[in-house]
């Protein structure tokens, strides 16, 4: 069970660098092809920067081309969640973590099958835990 992790304003600002901190408390956006994960393609998990969530994991990630890390569906249904965004003159659909409420990025339907989705998220409000592999 997803509870969400309060925090308050004062408390976000010291666990989070200042680029964290505008992303996902304030709903900022990182410039295209700046973010650590744009080109990166290791196995394991994006988990949520803000509280370690499990966000996407890196078999649904793509290139999508478009300057920010791209997957096509979440590790799971408790892991995000979306609402309508109308902000800067655009009617979009925010992805948020389901378990703090961080501002991840936006979900688009031009993405690959099976889902047809493209999760475009910021890079930093990402955490990478790769997977170790079993060379037996």
Sequence with gaps: MNVKEMKRDDE?????????????????????????????YEAGVYRCVCCG???FDSEAKFDSQTGWPSF????????VKTDSDHGGGMSRTEVMCRTCG???????????????????INSVALDFTGSKKDDC
């Excluded at 304030?26 to 973010?35: C, D, P, V």
């Excluded at 096509?72 to 892991?79: I, K, L, N």
């Design 12 to 40: 976000w600002k010291s666990r989070l660098t200042p680029e964290q901190y505008r992303v996902t408390r304030l709903k900022g956006t990182e410039r295209a092809f700046s973010g650590k994960y744009n080109q990166f």
């Design 102 to 120: 961080a501002h991840l990025g936006h979900v688009f339907n031009d993405g690959p099958m099976p889902t047809g989705l493209r999760y475009c």
């Design 53 to 55: 969530n499990e966000l």
């Design 72 to 79: 096509f569906e979440p590790v799971s249904d408790r892991s």
